[in-house]
């Protein structure tokens, strides 16, 4: 993590697509697993807010690879349906989808709104939306609207915290 960020640092240039990729990979179904990027953005916006880079186009992109990554996982959803419990991790975890689902039929669209801010629930709730084949608008909205916050809310709201504190 440490090392990314020092990357990040040294080369400017590379900090929104390496923002989009981080936010994308946290979102889509599995992969969230694997990537720590609510720690990533806390620290990469607290340096950058520190450091006095631009908050507004790095939010920007993890806003947009948030919600990309929802969407992707979204249709995953659509495509598999049902079957997705036939692929790992899901076979060896029956009841992360189960959990995803009964959080869905109880909180509806605003399962999509509050999954972009709980890292388990962020690994299944897209796809299980999609599964349960949500309505694409209704889906979308939730989708764009939390992913702006989250994207918006971590990453700009803490690096404008530190850029407060380093003067």
């Known amino acids: 993590m440490k090392t990314l960020v020092e990357f990040m ?28 990027a609510t720690v990533f953005f806390t620290t990469f916006g607290a340096v950058a807010g520190a450091s006095g880079l631009n908050l507004v186009p790095l939010a920007l992109a993890a ?28 076979t060896k975890n029956p009841e992360l989808l189960d959990r995803g689902h009964a959080f869905f ?14 890292g388990p629930l962020r690994a299944v709730i897209a ?5 349960v084949v949500m309505p694409f608008w209704a889906f979308q909205l939730a989708n764009w609207a939390a992913s702006f916050a989250w994207g918006f809310g971590l990453l700009y709201g ?10």
């Open 9 to 36: 640092q040294t080369h400017q240039q590379w900090a929104i697509p390496i923002v989009f990729a981080v936010a994308f990979a946290e979102c889509v179904a599995i992969l969230s697993w694997l990537v720590p």
């Open 63 to 90: 806003s947009l690879g948030a919600g990309s990554g929802f969407w992707v996982s979204y249709w995953a959803g659509l495509f598999l349906g049902p079957r997705v419990h036939d692929y790992w991790p899901f």
């Open 105 to 118: 039929e109880k909180w509806g669209i605003a399962s999509i709104l509050i999954g972009h801010f709980f």
């Open 127 to 131: 796809i299980v939306a999609g599964i």
């Open 158 to 167: 803490v690096g404008r915290v530190s850029e407060f504190f380093a003067r």
